[in-house]
């Protein structure tokens, strides 16, 4: 909100210098962004007045104007300026004069015909484009009233002055307006506010003779306010009013449009004005849009409009897009007689959203957004009539339309003072606080040690005790508060998912591998290069709607492609082997009861180079498993997967849970990640390794009676899994086998085709007694029968 301080003295004193003013407002709780200064820098600028004009004799383009600067004789300057002409008054620099930028300007001759200086545009003084009047913005700045020729051009037009560049945040829309701000300097510095007139004089006949307003939908417009001006009189505004405006950061168009504009800036309330003779029916209806339903704005824009769009509309059709912009078809033109001023209240999260599916942001749709005072459209539009009946731009007609289906009933909250001196840990008498309400137009009474305060309409922030007390704090004066430090015990810590997480990567760590980090946006491609089958539950993607493109443009499933593509470049940089993990998250496009999609924790693991195949991933996998507590995974063979090499993966089972998969990868996959040698991976979901972990020490003494092993060799089909004969030998070992460790496997020679050799020690131990040979032998012969009848197995010879 840029806030020209000349115009905000208009309201309120301020007796005190831009400095002090600038820190005093900052620790009251309006941060400023930037303090400009105008008119600094601008040396030897006159007022001129253009006497004759003839043409350049040697450029078809160019002018030799003769111009009264004050001097006892006329200063000839040339200049190629389209619109300016004899009798204007125009900004003159001398020479050795100096522009806002810093320009020094001489005497020269420009095609052979002196030139004692130079005519100024807006632009060249220091004034944006955006802000310069209609009337000049393409050429000289031409003066609209006449001023003594010579005079110092800052001083004649009033241009010095300083302009504060306020944030606003969107919580106090009442602070997007001179009164607004007005009001907050006036609290904190103690001051009155002066509000401005608004009460016409020279009013006659009765609006409601013209126009008649009815409101459709109550529930997104609460209050439509409705004036008639008369014998208007289209002309560029006062010199006053366009400083103001340009100050303010908008343009000066014309009188009418200005004024509006003005009160706008004035009071937050937008305002917009139509011509009466586009209304039809003298009908003023406020509804919404038919879906599909075009208009076209004054801009010249044809818009397509969606059902639930609040449109302004006559007895035929559309006028106006309701708190966004008016319509090409009843704008305000050169020969408009009578117009309609609207100043109306509408629902701030229908603006916002009709603002936003048109991509169309106006001065009036940021406010309305963020919510105005209903209580100032009456207001508004008697400033409106009031500033066009005294630069006598039109007659106003008597009274108004207002149509006011719904009232608020303003609550109110109660404000303990124990509170307030507590929480900012000051002591603060009634009176002061008293006072500080006063200033902030904040209605209080006295009740039971607290004050019951009622939120003026214009401040929706307060809500709350707390609302309030954080008012008593900023105008106390943020910088006054005592700092002390917050007081607690609390003790963080670890959930224990986190301290499960932080054990696993310590463990992989240990044992070498390198933890990795990749992205959670991820490309489709990722999935067809790993050999994700269609209908896999991995292709239930969550696609982002704005990704920066194709290869960002989905969520992670999966996390073997980001490790395959973090192994592919550390492959072809000819790193020999590489060894990593990742632990992260997720997502599949299967919905929650939150509505969300399911996000998961996963660990894989991946891995190249010598000695890195599938038993050392199995190793470091099964050692990284039994740190959380799960020991003896079983290891499930899969045939069907293009992701590993059939017959060299199998999923992982504990507790008869699927927690992952592990293998060796797929020939195909490694090729299309540009790796030249055999590769392992696993990925594992890390939420169910965390749902079966347990990590709790139980204490076992130290056997004390000795054991006895015996070491056996069986010669068995190549089809039988070790884990089938382990898990037959435990099965028929009773209680006496302690322990069952596989030492070799062997295929070659002395071994039939089709036969492989497989070795185990069995560790036999009773808890109570030493075992004799005769009760080992029964155990051992018995495991020994067992494997014979059911898997085939011959003993062999070590």
Request: proline fraction near 5%.
């Amino acid at each position: 909100m840029l806030v020209f301080m000349e115009w905000l003295k208009e309201y309120t004193q301020i007796k005190t210098d831009m400095d002090h003013y600038a820190e005093r407002m900052i620790m009251s709780g309006s941060n400023i962004e930037t303090v400009a200064r105008f008119g600094d820098g601008i040396e030897n600028v006159v007022v001129g007045k253009i006497l004759t004009m003839d043409r350049h004799p040697d450029a078809d383009k160019l002018f030799v104007c003769l111009v009264d600067v004050g001097a006892t004789d006329p200063v000839q300057i040339v200049t190629g300026a389209p619109n300016v002409f004899a009798g204007a008054f125009v900004p003159v620099i001398l020479p050795d004069g100096v522009l806002p930028n810093g320009t020094v300007i001489r005497k020269g001759a420009i095609r052979g015909v002196e030139s004692y200086g130079m005519l100024c545009s807006a632009k060249e003084l220091g004034y944006e484009d955006k802000v310069i009047p209609v009337s000049h913005k393409d050429g000289i700045w031409i003066l609209g009233d006449e001023h003594q020729p010579g005079a110092d051009f800052v001083t004649a037009l009033g241009l010095s002055g300083e302009v504060v560049d306020f944030e606003i945040t969107p919580n106090r829309p009442d602070c997007l307006s001179m009164i607004g701000m007005a009001r907050e300097t006036a609290a904190t510095f103690g001051g009155k506010i002066k509000y401005p007139d608004t009460i016409c004089t020279r009013e006659s006949g009765i609006a409601s003779d013209h126009i008649n307003v009815t409101i459709q939908k109550p529930e997104l417009c609460n209050r439509y306010t409705a004036r008639i001006v008369e014998d208007i009189k289209i002309g560029p505004s006062p010199w006053w009013l366009q400083k103001r405006l340009m100050y303010a950061g908008m343009r000066p168009i014309n009188n009418i449009v200005d004024v509006t504009n003005y009160v706008m800036l004035e009071y937050g309330q937008p305002i917009h004005a139509f011509d009466i003779r586009d209304i039809r029916g003298q009908k003023i209806e406020v509804d919404t849009a038919a879906e599909g339903e075009t208009f076209t704005t004054l801009d010249g824009q044809e818009r397509r409009l969606s059902e639930g769009m609040l449109l302004i509309k006559d007895g035929e059709g559309a006028i106006a897009i309701a708190g966004v912009m008016g319509g090409r078809n009843s704008e305000i033109k050169e020969d408009t007689k009578t117009i309609v001023i609207e100043s109306a209240n509408f629902d701030c999260d229908n603006i916002r959203l009709t603002s936003k599916k048109l991509g169309l942001r106006t001065e009036a749709s940021s406010r309305f957004e963020k919510g105005v005072d209903a209580g100032l459209t009456v207001i508004a539009a008697d400033r409106v009539c009031y500033l066009i009946e005294s630069i006598g731009a039109g007659k106003v007609i008597g009274g108004s339309v207002d149509v006011h289906p719904v009232t608020d009933r303003p609550g109110t909250i109660f404000v303990r003072i124990a509170r307030i001196n507590l929480l900012l840990g000051v002591t603060l008498e009634k009176d002061v606080i008293a006072t500080m309400f006063d200033g902030l137009e904040i209605p209080w009474t006295w009740e039971n040690d607290g004050f019951v305060v009622t939120p003026p309409p214009f401040r929706r922030d307060l809500k709350a005790e707390i609302d309030v007390i954080e008012e008593v704090a900023r105008l106390y004066g943020y910088d006054r508060l005592p700092v002390t430090l917050p007081k607690g015990n609390c003790e963080a810590r670890k959930t224990d998912k986190q301290v499960l997480r932080d054990l696993t990567k310590a463990t992989l760590v240990g044992m070498g591998a390198s933890e990795v980090q990749t992205y959670s946006f991820v490309s489709p491609k990722g999935l067809d290069q790993i050999g994700v089958a269609e209908g896999a539950k991995e292709r239930l993607t969550v696609k982002l709607l704005n990704p920066l493109g194709e290869e960002n443009s989905i969520m992670r499933t999966t996390l073997l492609p980001n490790l395959l593509e973090v192994l592919g470049r550390n492959f072809s940089r000819n790193i020999p082997s590489v060894k990593a993990f990742e632990m992260g998250n997720t997502f599949l496009n299967i919905d929650t009861e939150e509505g969300l999609p399911t996000e998961n924790e996963s660990l894989c693991i991946a891995s190249y180079g010598p000695g890195e195949d599938f038993f050392t991933l199995k190793g470091l996998l099964c050692q990284a498993l039994s740190k959380l507590g799960i020991r003896d995974p079983e290891f499930v063979p899969v045939q069907e997967t293009k992701t590993y090499h059939p017959g060299r993966c199998a999923n992982i089972l504990y507790q008869g849970r699927n927690v992952g998969m592990i293998g060796e990868f797929h020939p195909d996959v490694l090729e299309r990640y540009g790796i030249a040698a055999r590769g392992c991976g696993c990925e594992c979901d890390f939420n169910a390794l965390t749902e079966l972990a347990d990590t709790k020490r139980y204490y076992t003494p130290l056997p004390r009676y000795p054991s006895t092993a015996r070491d056996i060799a069986l010669l068995v089909d190549d089809a039988v899994q070790v884990a089938d004969i382990e898990a037959l030998i435990r099965k028929h070992g009773t209680e006496l086998l302690e322990e069952v460790v596989l030492f070799d496997v062997y295929r070659g020679k002395q071994v039939p085709e089709g036969k492989k050799s497989v070795a185990f020690t069995l560790t036999y131990r009773a808890k109570d007694r030493t075992l004799t040979d005769q009760e080992v032998v029964e155990v051992h012969e018995e495991v020994l029968s067992s494997l014979r009848e059911e898997l085939n197995a011959v003993l062999r010879e070590l």
